[in-house]
């Protein structure tokens, strides 16, 4: 939500669908609000697993498509980027962060959710080129028959 405007009994609070919310003063002021510095452009982060025995190279590359893709669209990214390991889980699961500088700042939240679908899907097609999969652990099962017995069945040749 974003202050339309302040008066000395209420604020008056835009919605993302230009509601006008009215909250009396009194109340705003027993609330911790948050403000965003809307001047810098926005990090957003996209996090992922690659199955363990993804090789370092594969990553090397992975990282290196992407800052092409970044570099590919100037008006919508920065060509910085961060690709980090952040852990390895159940020993077949490295989870990943990817981290990238968008050119728009707060304000433009639609165009971030459009920029960061691309972006996603632009990640998908990468994975599917390098062969990067996750592969679930092997588990057993039991299988218990629950219910009668089968009744055998009887031939006749008659």
Same mark, same amino acid.
């Given at each position: ?64 498509? &992407? ?10 990214? =920065?060509?910085? *980027?961060? $690709?980090?390991? %952040?852990? #390895? ?14 050119? &728009? ?10 920029? =960061?679908?691309? *972006?996603? $899907?632009?990640? %998908?097609? #990468? ?32």
């Amino acid at each position: 939500m974003v202050v339309e405007e302040m008066n000395i009994l209420t604020t008056i609070f835009l919605r993302y669908d230009n509601q006008k919310i009215y909250y009396p003063n009194s109340v705003l002021a027993t609330k911790p609000i948050s403000n965003f510095y809307r001047s810098p452009e926005m990090i957003d982060a996209v996090d992922f697993a690659v199955d363990v025995s993804t090789s370092i190279e594969t990553i090397g590359v992975l990282k290196s498509r &992407i800052k092409a893709y970044l570099e590919s669209k100037p008006q919508h990214w =920065r060509p910085s *980027l961060i $690709l980090q390991a %952040k852990e #390895i889980e159940d020993v077949n699961k490295m989870r990943m962060g990817l981290y990238v500088n968008h050119t &728009i700042n707060f304000q433009n939240s639609g165009a971030r959710g459009k920029r =960061r679908s691309d *972006l996603v $899907l632009e990640m %998908k097609n #990468i994975f599917e080129q390098l062969g990067i999969k996750y592969h679930l652990l092997p588990q057993e099962v039991h299988l218990r028959h629950v219910g009668p017995a089968a009744q055998p069945v009887l031939l006749s040749t008659r």
